[in-house]
Nanobody, 120 residues
């Protein structure tokens, strides 16, 4: 069974940091890309970042460049999203998702989400 389990969300003050984790199982981790997405109430889901485990390529939304860093620990089948200098507009439910390529229009597998709330 394919599973993606997010953790690490919480409440943090503006300017603070959080590290999200996405633990994957049930598929060949090295063959997949793992993306982070977020969705705030009343807003569309947006892509935040992605890492391709096949070649290590990373991608970031303009809104988070320089503040967020995605990384992968293949030995643990886990992808991390280090979020620094958090802003209230970063508040959202964050999801990790897996597909063959970061460019996939709709990802095959999704986690349950973890809430990030940034207070002003």
């Amino acid at each position: 069974e394919v599973q993606l389990v997010e953790s690490g969300g919480g409440l943090v003050q503006a300017g603070g940091s959080l590290r999200l984790s996405c633990a994957a199982s049930g598929f060949t981790f090295d063959d997949y890309a793992i993306g982070w997405f977020r969705q705030a109430p009343g807003k569309e889901r947006e892509g935040v970042s992605c890492i391709s485990n096949s070649d290590g390529s990373t991608y970031y939304a303009d809104s988070v460049k320089g503040r967020f860093t995605i990384s992968s620990d293949n030995a643990k089948n886990t992808v991390y999203l280090q979020m620094n200098s958090l802003k209230p507009e970063d508040t959202a439910n964050y999801y990790c998702a897996a597909d063959r390529d970061c460019r996939a229009e709709e990802y095959d597998y999704w986690g349950q989400g973890t809430q990030v709330t940034v207070s002003s």
